[in-house]
């Protein structure tokens, strides 16, 4: 028979979600041994910022490509880790799980024991087939190690062309803009951000990228890249036979969860690593949070994976009130941010595609939010610019208070009144979120 450290937890992945659950659970009380296991080398830092303000410089730190960009923002600070004798391993992989011995092997060949174990192992950049892909002057955009080689590349490059207009393609499109690229963006659907926004607003920003200078060619796919005379990528051939020069090319066409791990020690995986409401996997004594868990939402309406910070975080700490005793299931309203130049895009809550919306403010002046209605009742809310509005549309959303399609089309209606004139009223209602809402970082509001 096996014997383990029944009140040690391991922490599989040094991300947002992994960070977060150690933290959580050192200030919720939890006095046991705490080790992260985290692949990556230095300190554990936040990705938002990669696509954003790191690849745009600044004058803080100059660089060999003549650029300058700041530093990585870390998510805790130096003396975090120590003071809260909390023990981080880095570039330190976890290669196998033995549940039966409650053991994590790691690269190195040594082993840790678990009381609990929490998978927090996020995702990887999703790989497409299409030839040329190896060829150098081709990057995704994950790590930042990955920022790092963009930054210095955009340094040289002209002629960029980025693969994919979701979130992270339009940023960097932004940024290699800022920096005196040609950019051309090539997108496959109809639409940008088409998996997580509405047609309404996808126009829109398909127009604005359009008018600030981005060639921005959508229902068109990448068919090949092609090298150039120095053999590194010279062209990108899209589907309907076109020839873009490039001499960067960035692929932004999402993720694959990190659920590799779980699956080859016989957990449940579909998409992310399957877990329940409490976020905790088939095996009572393993749980899975953030990009890589796929899990019961009831905002999506059932099983679903976020990849986003607000998701990671809430995840996290709910994962560490469970560890400590609690049994609630998680409920968090899912929110997010995108910052793609001048234009800070925020959501409340998950859209469906059928969602009926109306717009709040002014679409030309590039402040307004567009407001998504479910059976007549509000359930999501996009603001471009409208950070007062995203605001609102989280506490009435997560309230669960019901502002109907009719009240909202009558003149003078503004979310942050109907939340105020709704909290005020003594109505029976879900209780707000406001007080368990994590306070906005100057990175983490999306
Ligand atoms: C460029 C970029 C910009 C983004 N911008 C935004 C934004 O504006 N707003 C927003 O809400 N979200 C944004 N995101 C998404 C957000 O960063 C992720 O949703 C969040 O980081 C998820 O946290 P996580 O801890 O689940 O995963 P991660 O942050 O990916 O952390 C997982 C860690 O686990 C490590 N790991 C995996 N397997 C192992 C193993 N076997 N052993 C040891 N370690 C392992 C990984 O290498 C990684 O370091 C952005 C992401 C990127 C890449």
Redesign the pocket.
């Known amino acids: 028979m096996s014997t383990f450290e029944t009140d040690s937890v391991v922490i599989?992945?040094?991300?947002?979600?992994?960070?977060?659950a150690a933290d959580s659970l050192r200030s919720g009380g939890f006095g046991g041994p705490i080790t992260i296991?985290?692949?990556?080398p230095g300190q554990?830092y936040?990705?938002?910022?990669?696509?954003?303000d790191y690849l745009k410089g600044s004058a803080q730190k100059p660089d060999d490509d003549g650029g300058a960009r700041p530093a990585p923002l870390p998510l805790r600070g130096p003396s975090f880790f120590t003071d809260q004798n909390i023990t981080l391993l880095t570039a330190?992989?976890?290669?196998s799980i033995d549940r039966a011995s409650h053991r994590v092997r790691?690269?190195d060949g040594t082993s840790l024991s678990y009381g609990t174990l929490i998978l927090?192992?996020?995702?990887?950049?999703r790989e497409l087939p299409t030839p040329g892909m190896e060829l150098p002057g081709v990057h995704g955009?994950?790590?930042l190690r990955?920022?790092e080689a963009l930054g210095a590349a955009l340094g040289s490059a002209r002629n960029v062309v980025v693969i994919g207009a979701g979130?992270?393609g339009l940023?960097?499109a932004t940024a290699a803009l800022a920096r005196g690229c040609q950019v051309t963006v090539l997108e496959f659907a109809p639409r940008p951000m088409g998996r997580a926004v509405t047609a309404l607003l996808g126009d829109w920003f398909a127009q604005a990228h359009r008018q600030a200078g981005v060639d921005l060619r959508v229902n068109e796919g990448i068919a090949a890249l092609e090298p150039g005379d120095d053999g590194r990528v010279g062209f990108a051939v899209s589907t309907t036979g076109e020839r873009y020069p490039a001499d960067l090319v960035v692929t932004g066409v999402g993720?694959q969860p990190?659920d590799?791990?779980a699956a080859a020690a016989g957990l449940d995986v579909a998409n992310g690593i399957v877990v329940d409401a409490n976020l905790r996997t088939a095996d009572p004594d393993v749980y899975a949070?953030?990009?890589?868990?796929n899990f019961p939402c009831e905002h999506a309406g059932g099983p679903f994976r976020?990849?986003?910070?607000?998701?990671?975080?809430d995840?996290?700490r709910h994962v560490a009130r469970v560890i400590l005793g609690a049994d609630e299931p998680y409920r968090e309203l899912p929110?997010?941010?995108?910052?793609q130049g001048a234009f800070r895009l925020q959501m409340a809550n998950i859209v469906r595609p059928d969602d009926e919306t109306i717009v709040l403010g002014d679409q030309d002046g590039a402040s307004f939010s567009v407001l998504c209605f479910r059976d007549g009742i509000l359930a999501a809310v996009e603001s471009v610019n409208k950070p007062a509005d995203h605001l609102s549309a989280r506490k009435i959303l997560a309230a669960g208070i019901q502002i109907s399609r009719d009240e909202a089309l009558a003149e003078g209606f503004s979310l942050r009144a109907a939340y105020k004139s709704r909290a005020e009223a003594p109505l029976p209602r879900v209780a707000t979120q406001e007080a368990a809402e994590p306070a906005p970082r100057p990175?983490?509001v999306?």
Do not use: Y
């Open positions: 599989i992945g040094g991300g947002q979600a992994g960070i977060q296991v985290a692949d990556e554990p936040q990705r938002p910022p990669l696509s954003k330190t992989a976890a290669v790691l690269a927090a192992t996020g995702a990887r950049n955009l994950r790590t990955d920022a979130f992270i940023e960097f993720v990190n590799q791990l949070i953030g990009d890589c868990a976020l990849e986003s910070v607000q998701n990671a975080t995840q996290a929110w997010f941010w995108s910052t990175s983490a999306r």
